[in-house]
């Protein structure tokens, strides 16, 4: 599973995951055109990463789009190590793990300005699936 996931906003703080290949898509920098049935119609969408939005290609409606990245590691408080999400004690002084692995707010390109925390407890919950 990647350390990063892409979002669209289907409601105000209500956010969906993109299914893998989408987000892999988004992830590249490339536009993704897709279509997905919605109450039993088909709609075609444009996706673009840079301008951060989904726009519906028949309504011309849009969506605002997001990229949430993981944390993979928790630093030690005695040591300062950094362990893997999965360990509980830390690999060099087996001091107990303290926090919690979650996502955090940065973004590894400077034109994905909007990748933030999850805001909501639905956020917070499908945010911990992917750690």
């Given at each position: 599973m990647a350390d990063f996931r892409w979002q669209v906003e289907m409601a105000p703080g209500d956010w969906e995951d993109y299914p893998d290949a989408i987000s892999q898509q988004l992830e590249a920098g490339e536009h993704a055109y897709f279509d997905k049935v919605v109450n039993g119609q088909s709609?075609?969408?444009?996706?673009?990463?840079?301008?951060?939005?989904?726009?519906?290609?028949?309504?011309?409606?849009?969506?605002?789009?997001?990229?949430?990245?993981?944390?993979?590691?928790?630093?030690?408080?005695?040591?300062?190590?950094?362990?893997?999400?999965?360990?509980?004690?830390?690999?060099?002084?087996?001091?107990?793990?303290?926090?919690?692995?979650?996502?955090?707010?940065?973004?590894?390109?400077?034109?994905?300005?909007?990748a933030t925390l999850p805001d909501t407890e639905k956020e917070r919950r499908l945010a911990t699936i992917y750690l």
């Open positions: 709609n075609k969408y444009h996706t673009d990463p840079v301008k951060k939005q989904q726009t519906n290609r028949d309504s011309g409606k849009t969506r605002e789009i997001r990229r949430l990245i993981f944390s993979t590691t928790w630093d030690c408080l005695q040591c300062t190590y950094k362990n893997p999400c999965s360990e509980t004690t830390c690999g060099v002084c087996d001091t107990s793990k303290s926090t919690a692995c979650a996502p955090v707010k940065r973004s590894v390109d400077p034109w994905l300005d909007k």
